[in-house]
């Protein structure tokens, strides 16, 4: 039995009983970033710090609770404390009903009495949420603990996203704000209209007729506000050489890096997921690109090809930040590597960046790719749009991070 | 967000017609909105008003709600703002019936706060227009000032709930003309009992003189009766002229006080603290009426839309779907305490009890059950009384005065008790009393009631601003003083010290830490007993950021 408090009864709850739209997660609210950063100023400014990150846990059957990360603060204020009163009464409530005085009409459990609210059925995106939540987090983390740069420009190109609300809609006869110039503009076109005003240049303005009607004032309205976006393409080699130790690196990476930009672009990351052998294909989810596996032969030249016709197909560059990041064990049937090249260099035209990760079975013999991509020379060329990093398949987590450093700094 | 369709505003503009016809009185003028969930949930931490001035603790609790609202989503929102002219907030896949219903919920939402006397300060303002002025204002200063704009209204924030509220309403409802003599006053309530005038024999004698005076000499009454105290007391005029120099102006909060007297406020270059300041108060006055008002103001709401929506022709056929919605509403739940509820069921039994003329004395003083039974003078004043009320009453008023025995009989209302059973390991919710008494204390208890906290201007010296905390029963949360009290110091500039009164046993208790965020561990139950024994004058002081504590 659960006891709701005063402050939950709303109007819209209680009228409007329930009716439950989705919200997709790409339109949630992005500032968890400027909020920490806000709270380790305020340490430096001689302020104990606010902010803390909540988990709110909904159970569901199984082990499949879902958790969503958020952050949580309190506005101290002298207030009463009542704790006192309830150590003496525990939970004091209202009620009405039947029932004698002394007489147990319900119980609940001692515990588990996390947040509530009208449960919804809640399924479809959970586990996409879930992810990203826990992704967001470990973005923050690996930014902080591992001083991975930040982005200098969140983004030369800007995409509308938020919103806020301004009086900027005109409504004529009432509103929140009168528009003066409207209004006298209003005053006149009535008035011309009336021939009121034989000469433009000479008005009578104890003339004019001024109706209520007249009056032009703003109303509340909602505006675009810009935000910038990046899009992340990951691009994983599962050919049958890359089994076991070389793909748990890549992927692991992988994670890192959308979790490190999630945090960079506060949650405004799309991400494209692209698996290649010799042929290309682009998967839906995280979870598909993670565990498919063939046994073709390498043509990462694929890959990039398909990224290419993507990008262009929906002139996708105009509106974001657009990364690759690619990993393979670096084993390539295209040996000098032209095609490949080819469109690489077309990604260069119009990508922030281009991180190669390479992840060879033995770290003696320069691999085929690696050697097309020095002998190109385009890494120096492009220092700022492309970067190459060979990691030994036995490198931990550390080496990993120093990986992403590479790539990105 | 958009304004509502013109079928829909038509439907809306049909309500208005028939909930005036019904008593109800507002503003022509209103504004509906559509919004989308998501939209309410950025707008819930803004207390609904679309242009509220951007703080980022409101960006975390949207953000807490979003998180929230994706493992549950809901609609957890009020819709109308008090504001002129009144905005709505609607969802766009209402059907029409509902509509109805809503919008004379909303309708009498806005009666409520166009007639309402605690709305009295609110009642010129076109608060969402004054509202975008200071969120302007604001980020205008934030671009110049950066951060600290967000320290200052933290800080103004953490004293906002001790905004006086009702003293703003004595100011503005105080008529002209009915200040009395100063100077008789000074006479009267200060020079004679400042040991100028004997005792109390000669007290009573100098009001009999003058009234004598007055019988004789009225209207020059008063120069007469002073100046025949001046040949007593040639000092007076002097003594009236100083005092009248140092009488204290009028009573003000404890932001007031720090924007007029904090030494670190005065100087230039911090003047625009102030600014913000205002805007906090400001805001937070304006919002006071409707914290104090929950069950009423529902209530009230509640009682017109199913009073009118039923005797509406236009929602012929969905009367059953209504009765559900209605039902949710309206229900009593069988523990816990809905405003809705409690509040619509007070007006219909105080409308049935005026209308048998029940409100009275006759009816009081009648001691037999059968007769107050079958007592029923038949007035027809039960609407004209509830108007009344709902111009005149607040939330704890409201209560106090008017839930009785027959109320919670009627509805079979209970205090719901909580126990721990070990054995089962469940809580068991019992029927703890039935009594009305009893349950008027108890939502009383659960009622918006900030502390009483003022400036002890005597003790108020070399710098250090002292409060007096007046003690209520309850002692204030320990975790918060020391944050609170961090931000009355920067904005004062000096060290800042509370008086306050707290139970002895906490010395010894699990939380004698002041770290804020700490939440005390459960004590025991003897602990708790020994709490209840003794109180004591505790004093805190915060300087240089370091909080003390010291027993006096």
């Not at chain 1, 983390?141 to 938020?162: A, C, D, V, Y």
Request: hydrophobic residues 35%.
């Amino acid at each position: 039995m659960k006891i709701k408090p005063f402050s939950d009864y709303a109007d819209f709850s209680e009228l409007q009983e329930d009716s439950l739209p989705e919200v997709p997660a790409s339109q949630r609210l992005a500032s968890i970033g400027d909020l920490l950063e806000r709270d380790s100023q305020r340490e430096k400014d001689g302020f104990p710090r606010k902010i803390r990150i909540g988990r709110i846990v909904k159970p569901g059957r199984g082990l499949k609770e879902k958790i969503v990360i958020v952050p949580t603060t309190v506005e101290e204020k002298f207030i009463h404390d009542t704790r006192e009163q309830e150590q003496e009464e525990p939970g004091q409530s209202g009620g009405s009903g039947e029932g004698d005085e002394g007489e147990v009409i319900g119980e609940a459990p001692v515990h588990g009495e996390s947040e509530s609210g009208q449960g919804g059925p809640g399924q479809g995106e959970g586990g996409e949420h879930e992810i990203e939540a826990g992704a967001y987090d470990l973005g923050r983390i690996i930014s902080e603990q591992f001083e991975l740069p930040n982005l200098k420009t969140k983004g030369r190109r800007r995409f509308l996203k938020k919103y806020s609300y301004e009086l900027t809609d005109r409504h004529e006869g009432f509103g929140q704000l009168l528009d003066k110039k409207a209004t006298l503009r209003k005053i006149i076109e009535t008035n011309i209209g009336l021939d009121k005003i034989p000469d433009v240049y000479d008005i009578d303005l104890t003339q004019l007729l001024v109706s209520p009607e007249d009056s032009v004032y703003r109303i509340l309205s909602r505006e675009k506000d810009l935000e910038s976006q990046a899009l992340v393409f990951f691009v994983r080699d599962y050919s049958g050489s890359m089994w076991g130790k070389p793909t748990e690196l890549v992927v692991a990476q992988h994670v890192l890096i959308y979790s490190w930009l999630m945090y960079q672009y506060e949650r405004q990351v799309v991400t494209r997921f692209i698996l290649h052998d010799t042929t290309a294909r682009e998967v839906s989810d995280f979870y598909t690109y993670y565990s498919l596996k063939v046994a073709g032969g390498t043509k990462m030249e694929s890959a990039y090809r398909l990224i290419n016709e993507i990008v262009e197909a929906d002139s996708l560059d105009r509106d974001y930040n657009i990364y690759v990041f690619h990993g393979s064990d670096g084993d390539d049937w295209e040996r000098d590597g032209k095609t490949a090249i080819e469109q690489l260099r077309k990604l260069i035209g119009y990508c922030s960046r281009i991180g190669i990760t390479l992840t060879p079975a033995s770290m003696e013999n320069m691999t085929t790719a690696e050697r097309y991509i020095r002998d190109s020379s385009i890494l120096e060329e492009h220092p700022q749009e492309i970067r190459l990093d060979t990691i030994d398949e036995d490198a931990a987590d550390l080496r990993l991070i120093e990986g992403i450093r590479k790539l990105i700094s | 967000m958009e304004l509502i369709s013109q079928h829909t505003k038509e439907i809306m503009e049909g309500c208005k017609t028939r909930a005036r016809e019904a008593g109800l009185r507002f503003q022509d003028e209103s504004l509906e909105y559509i919004v989308t969930n998501r939209d309410l949930l950025e707008l819930g931490p803004k207390n609904m008003i679309p242009t509220l001035y951007d703080y980022w603790v409101h960006d975390v609790e949207v953000l807490r709600e979003k998180g929230k609202y994706e493992l549950y989503p809901t609609n957890p929102y009020e819709t109308v703002i008090n504001t002129r002219p009144a905005i709505s907030f609607y969802n766009d896949n209402n059907p029409d019936w509902l509509n109805v219903m809503i919008f004379y919920h909303v309708l009498a939402h806005i009666d409520f706060f166009q007639n309402n006397l605690y709305y009295r300060n609110t009642w010129d303002e076109d608060f969402a227009g004054q509202a975008l002025s200071d969120k302007r204002a604001i980020a205008a200063l934030r671009s110049e000032k950066g951060r600290w704009v967000d320290y200052v209204i933290e800080f103004t924030r953490g004293i906002d709930n001790l905004v006086d509220h009702f003293a703003e309403l004595s100011r503005m409802s105080r008529p002209a003309g009915t200040r009395p003599s100063t100077r008789l006053d000074y006479y009267f309530d200060v020079f004679l009992q400042s040991g100028h005038g004997g005792g109390v024999p000669d007290y009573l004698k100098e009001i009999e003189r003058y009234n004598q005076t007055v019988r004789e000499y009225d209207p020059m009454a008063e120069s007469v009766f002073f100046a025949e105290t001046r040949k007593k007391h040639p000092e007076f005029d002097a003594l009236y002229e100083k005092w009248k120099r140092e009488e204290k102006a009028p009573a003000q909060d404890l932001i007031q006080h720090l924007q007029e007297h904090s030494p670190w406020l005065q100087q230039p270059e911090n003047q625009w603290m102030k600014t913000v300041m205002e805007i906090v108060r400001r805001t937070s006055l304006y919002f006071q009426p409707q914290i104090r008002t929950k069950i009423l103001n529902e209530g009230w709401a509640s009682y017109w839309h199913e009073k009118l929506f039923l005797s509406d022709d236009r929602i012929r056929g969905n009367e059953v779907n209504y009765a559900r919605v209605n039902a949710k509403v309206t229900s009593l739940p069988r523990v816990g305490i809905n405003p809705y509820a409690l509040g619509m069921r007070l007006f219909q039994h105080l409308e049935e009890m005026a209308d048998k003329g029940r409100i009275s004395y006759d009816y009081q003083r009648l001691a037999d059950g059968e007769e107050r039974r079958q007592y029923d003078q038949n007035t027809g004043k039960g609407l004209a009384f509830v108007f009344d009320v709902r111009e005149n009453f607040n939330d704890f008023t409201f209560i106090h005065t008017f839930v009785d025995q027959d109320f919670v009989n009627a509805n079979r209302l209970f205090v719901a008790g909580r126990r721990l059973n070990s054995q089962k390991g469940v809580w068991e919710f019992f029927v703890k009393s039935r009594n009305a008494e009893e349950y008027k204390k108890m939502i009383l208890e659960s009622l918006y009631h900030p502390p009483s906290i003022h400036v002890d201007e005597e003790k108020t010296k070399e710098g250090t601003l002292s409060l007096r905390h007046v003690h209520e029963g309850k002692p204030l949360v320990r975790e918060y003083i020391a944050n609170t009290m961090l931000g009355i110091e920067y904005l004062w500039g000096g060290a800042v010290r509370l008086e306050t009164t707290e139970a002895e046993a906490d010395l010894s208790s699990a939380y004698d830490d002041l770290q804020p965020f700490y939440m005390p561990q459960a004590s025991s139950e003897a602990e708790a007993e020994a709490q209840k024994a003794k109180l004591r004058q505790v004093v805190y002081t915060m300087e240089n950021r370091k909080l003390t504590r010291s027993v006096t």
